[in-house]
């Protein structure tokens, strides 16, 4: 099975910006719907972007005109562009493979301090 590894979180100030890596063991990101998803604590899981080979990207509304979904098919990363951070964005993020089967990363700390 495909196995996602996410990279690229840490801390950062209100403002501020990060870029989130996920790396796949194989060529999955043309074939299937991917997407982040983060949890804060005491939340749920909360999916903030997904991509559809065939039908584009789209966007959380707390995240929308922040946040940019897109994929490197040649290397087989995910990413996620996160801009004009804000201490709610707080959560570990993971990336995730829709469907079935459902796969997920080990998940990147991202904190945002005010």
């Known amino acids: 099975q495909v196995q996602l590894a996410e990279s690229g979180g840490g801390l950062v100030q209100t403002g501020g910006s990060l870029r989130l890596s996920c790396v796949a063991s194989?060529?999955?990101?043309?074939?299937?719907?991917m997407g982040w998803v983060r949890q804060a604590p005491g939340k749920q899981r909360e999916r903030v972007a997904w991509i559809d080979p065939s039908a584009g990207a789209d966007y959380a509304g707390s995240v929308k005109r922040r946040f940019t979904i897109s994929i490197d098919n040649i290397k087989n990363i995910l990413y996620l562009e996160m801009n004009s951070l804000k201490p709610e964005d707080t959560a570990v993020y993971y990336c995730?493979?829709?469907?079935?089967?459902?796969?997920w990363g080990q998940g990147t700390q991202v904190t945002v301090s005010s």
């Open positions: 194989g060529d999955i990101f043309s074939r299937n719907v």
């Open positions: 995730n493979k829709f469907g079935i089967p459902n796969i």
